[in-house]
């Protein structure tokens, strides 16, 4: 992998540093509005007039032109909120981002927010078209499958889909609001994938609160409060998980599945960048890194791997067989095997060099180097076949 590919543009951090060398502050992050519920999606209007907004841009696929994004497109015309449907185009590039802002811009009555529908990529290309119109952006995601929602960054990525860039911004979403019947009737993968994701704020939390000159995404020291957000985040996840994945499974809502929607998009969000990164989201930028890997698994599968490898690096063991053991009976990667790789695979340098890259590695205790990642990685997998193991001798 060339090394430009692991390159980030350098954001100018929201937080300063205090005078007389004396730190960071802590800073606090937050979606200003969130809303969760069977059927909210036909009540967006209602949500929009109360935050003052009459005009919006509405990102969508075409997929969701003719589902979730009809119902919400209904709702804000039976407001009076008027609509500027925008359908986006599959991959979040800096074209299809200047070339969707430019449209909405063009318009004879200006909008007055973005509303991005769908899954990641819209939902990124949705902040970073809201940024560059100097708007406000409500987030309607249709997954529960990461905690990106209510984040305040946006990521870019290449014609092909490769991660090219990251842009950070000083305000979150406006309203983040999340159908639970749509997220009941999705494929159960992609719940799993948002539980990994969630799961893995505590344990980086958790990290950079130990760690020497451990900043968030907004540059400033983690809060206390996002460090309990973020345990609390683990503890409705270790508590209520498998019953989630059953109401998925049966395409219900019901209280497990509500509190893990919350788990997933709220709390998680909220801990991630009050309380920060580390290793687990480093080992899954260097996953997916590696072609095979980013082309067959989502995000959050990739971040269950690096969970496992964290607790590895910190010579956690007991809590690294509990979270493989968790994460294994929800049917998520927790072994190279999984990932159709092994200790020995050509691909392992590139996952190396990819770990290595990331910017919030710093968030660790301790420091880490290549040749500690590749330790974490092989007792990980060992971790990983180990717990895979015992699942078959007790089914």
Not at 11 to 31: I, Q
Not at 245 to 274: F, Q, R, W, Y
Not at 324 to 336: N, T
Request: hydrophobic residues 45%.
């Amino acid at each position: 992998m060339p090394e430009s590919e692991l390159e980030f543009t350098a954001p100018d951090l929201f937080a300063a540093p205090l005078a007389n060398a004396a730190g960071l502050p802590r800073v606090w992050g937050s979606c200003a509005r969130y809303v969760q519920g069977p059927g909210v999606f036909g009540q967006m209007g209602h949500y929009a007039n109360r935050l003052g907004f009459s005009r919006c841009g509405v990102l969508l696929s075409q997929r969701s032109h003719g589902a979730e994004g009809g119902a919400i497109i209904a709702s804000l015309e039976s407001e009076d909120v008027g609509v500027v449907a925008a359908h986006f185009h599959g991959e979040c590039t800096r074209a299809e981002i200047e070339a969707q802002a430019a449209r909405l811009r063009a318009t004879e009555q200006p909008v007055d927010a973005v509303v991005a529908i769908g899954g990641g990529k819209v939902i990124d290309a949705g902040r970073a078209v809201a940024h560059r119109l100097g708007v406000p952006v409500i987030v309607a995601p249709t997954l529960a499958s990461n905690d990106a929602p209510g984040a305040c960054l946006s990521v870019i990525y290449t014609e092909d889909g490769a991660t090219e860039d990251a842009e950070i911004y000083d305000a979150n979403p406006a309203l983040v609001i999340i159908d639970s019947i749509v997220v009941a009737q999705a494929a159960p993968r992609y719940l799993a994938a948002g539980i990994a994701d969630a799961l893995a704020t505590w344990y980086e939390a958790r990290a950079t609160r130990n760690a020497p000159m451990g900043v968030t995404v907004f540059g400033a020291a983690p809060t206390r409060t996002g460090t309990i957000v973020a345990r609390h985040t683990a503890e409705l996840i270790y508590e209520n998980g498998a019953a989630a994945m059953a109401a998925v499974t049966k395409g219900v809502p019901d209280a497990a599945l509500e509190d893990i929607i919350e788990a997933n998009t709220l709390l998680s969000s909220l801990g991630v960048e009050n309380g920060g990164l580390a290793l687990a989201h480093a080992v899954a930028q260097g996953y997916s890194l590696i072609p095979a890997v980013h082309d067959r698994f989502l995000h959050g599968e990739m971040v269950a791997m690096g969970i496992v490898t964290q607790l590895a690096a910190e010579g956690d063991r007991n809590e690294a067989e509990k979270a493989a053991g968790f994460l294994s009976a929800l049917g998520l990667p927790v072994c190279l095997d999984d990932l159709g790789l092994s200790s020995d695979s050509a691909e392992i340098g590139t996952l190396i060099a990819g770990t290595m890259a990331f910017p919030f590695l710093g968030n660790l205790p301790f420091e880490m180097t290549a040749e500690r990642t590749r330790q974490a990685v092989v007792e990980a997998d060992r971790i990983g076949q180990a717990q895979r193991a015992a699942a078959r001798q007790s089914a």
